[in-house]
């Protein structure tokens, strides 16, 4: 950013190159990834990230009966809380469904549509903080499709970054000595819309932002102790005074906070409920290493590099390296920090401040403390932080060549080497994705098994023991599927979070999760088992003979003592030759 240019001039050039960019987009990446035999992105998290699309358009329409409890883990409520809502990027899935697109129509716009907003927003902050055009659409570009973001392609949420662009620019805006409180308005506004669009991303952008403010004190005032303090006593007399910085900014900050303090605190509400929580022992594994800023095993070129490196748990959510333009371009920013201007050095040290406090070395982090903090320490991949920090390293690197484009004519050449590069990057990327129709194909026809066994209130489907952890989570994204399509609860369930009871791999799975269900309501003063009227139907259980013997006989290890009883199976009918036949539970107070 530069300070002698706070305010860009627009001109026709801006949507020109926008649109350059974009274009570059669709044919490096969007085209060749939602066309072909394989055509939709990422894995089993993308058909979660659709169900709760769909679940949320369909509350819409008025055809579920209730947003905060979906029909999966059934009985369990609330379980919408247990991931991310999109209520806020719903819009670009719901439109499309309503105008005659399938689920994985409408998919693919949602999914188009957060990466060209993230990439607009990055274009429209970068041009704001003073680039020209084509090195802020080439930085925007940069930004909205790292190899970082690319990585995490199976979490495709994690693709709607609108929020973080914007409030770097307004912090680092108000950050300045003179910074005015509409700023800092502007900065709550950009945090607290980031956060409902994604809360992984809104924390580590706000975190970011005060690791920027705090550095931006420290070049203003060194060890001026008295500076440091009337700076910081201003902020809350700032937000005093925001007021006057127009009814609109005042308008869309205050729906902004109060949407996302209402979603944080169902979230919370819902954590105190379950008695969520993520331990250091959890998050330890995905806090990143020295050698995860050199990991990108999708990168063809790079991968021989990225395989040699010492292996590490949780692996997929450690491809941070960042591609070979920008890592050069931040590099030679760092080597000449001395004669940085004052915001570039500043980015550049919020970068490495950021990326030290996250680092783990022999186990030990910083970012332990940091766990301490509210919200904080429900955030599992400590790693996606930097999805946040490419934006400051795509700003810096940038600015580096936009000066070396004012020294010397080179500086051009170079500009359309890393252009050229970086969208060679994406078009090489190795990217994760499946076979749409096979999908849609397999769910149809459980779907239709479920709808012939007539109206339950709840029904097991598609599981038992899977192959692998894996195939047992796409076996229960399948039931979800069904299940929702046909107009059905279901004990099946995957998410961020689990209930009591959820997560075993065994034939009895759901039996063990009833069991729980009933004591943890029965502490909670929730509705009891024995208060329910519902049957569990097996539907393509056929790795598992459900006969009341056999249940007892061979899963009595994972069965909770209480329900070793014959009364409590007494009146079980099951067919050992259709693993579709009905299966009555009655489970005991």
Request: net charge neutral; glycine share 8%.
């Amino acid at each position: 950013m530069s300070a002698s240019n706070p305010r860009a001039t627009w001109t026709v050039v801006d949507p020109a190159v926008a649109t350059l960019f974009l274009s570059a987009a669709a044919a490096a990446f969007f085209v060749p990834l939602l066309t072909g035999p394989t055509d939709m992105p990422g894995d089993i998290d993308t058909l979660f990230n659709m169900y709760i699309l769909e679940h949320v358009t369909r509350w819409l329409e008025g055809n579920v009966p209730s947003l905060a409890s979906p029909g999966f883990y059934w009985p369990y409520p609330l379980t919408f809380a247990f991931s991310d809502t999109h209520l806020l990027s719903v819009p670009f899935y719901a439109l499309p469904r309503w105008f005659g697109l399938t689920p994985e129509g409408a998919f693919k716009v949602w999914f188009v549509a957060g990466y060209s907003l993230t990439f607009l927003a990055a274009f429209i902050a970068l041009r704001l903080m003073g680039l020209l055009s084509f090195l802020a659409g080439l930085g925007a570009f940069a930004f909205a499709f790292s190899l970082p973001s690319l990585a995490q392609i199976m979490h495709a949420q994690l693709g709607w970054a609108i929020g973080v662009p914007f409030a770097f620019l307004f912090m680092s805006r108000y950050a300045r000595p003179q910074g005015q409180p509409a700023n800092l308005l502007a900065f709550i506004a950009a945090i607290s819309v980031q956060i409902i669009l994604n809360v992984y991303l809104g924390l580590y952008a706000l975190l970011l932002c005060a690791i920027m403010f705090i550095c931006a004190l420290a070049f203003a005032y060194g060890r001026d102790y008295r500076g440091w303090a009337k700076r910081l006593f201003a902020v809350p007399l700032d937000l005093r005074r925001s007021g006057g910085a127009g009814v609109g900014l005042v308008a869309l900050t205050s729906v902004a906070v109060l949407a996302c303090i209402a979603l944080l605190s169902f979230h919370a509400y819902v954590a105190f409920v379950y008695g969520f929580g993520r331990g250091w022992g959890e998050i330890a594994p995905m806090v990143p290493r020295w050698q995860s800023y050199l990991m990108m095993d999708a990168l063809p070129y790079w991968a021989p590099l990225s395989g040699s490196l010492p292996d590490l748990p949780a692996r997929h959510e450690h491809q941070l390296f960042v591609g070979v333009p920008l890592a050069a371009l931040f590099l030679a920013s760092l080597a000449a920090l001395k004669r940085e201007q004052g915001e570039t050095k500043i980015l550049i040290v919020t970068t490495l401040a950021a990326s030290l406090l996250f680092l783990s070395v022999a186990g030990f982090s910083i970012y332990y403390l940091v766990t301490f903090l509210p919200g904080f320490g429900a955030l599992r991949a400590a790693t996606r932080f930097e999805l946040v920090a490419v934006f400051p390293i795509c700003a810096v690197g940038m600015l580096t060549l936009q000066r070396m484009c004012r020294r010397s004519r080179s500086g051009y050449a170079v500009v359309l080497i890393a252009a050229i590069w970086t969208i060679a990057d994406v078009a090489l990327f190795e990217r994760v994705e499946y076979d749409s129709s096979a999908e849609r194909a397999r769910i149809e026809a459980l779907a239709s098994r479920i709808e012939a066994l007539g109206p339950v209130a709840g029904a097991v489907l598609a599981d038992g023991k899977g192959d692998s952890a894996d195939g047992r989570t796409y076996r229960q994204m399948l039931a979800m599927w069904a299940a929702l399509d046909a107009g059905m609860p279901t004990l099946n369930g995957y998410s961020g979070n689990y209930p009591p009871g959820g997560g075993n791999d065994n034939c009895s799975w759901f039996i063990h999760q009833l069991a729980r269900y009933d004591e943890w309501a029965r502490d909670r003063g929730r509705t009891r088992l024995a208060d329910l009227n519902y049957d569990v139907i097996p539907v393509d259980l056929r790795p598992c003979d459900l006969t009341a013997k056999s249940v007892l006989d061979r899963d009595a290890a994972h069965l909770p003592a209480s329900l070793l009883d014959d009364d409590v199976i007494a009146n079980s009918r099951a067919n050992p030759q259709d693993s579709a036949g009905r299966l009555l539970t009655g489970l005991p107070e």
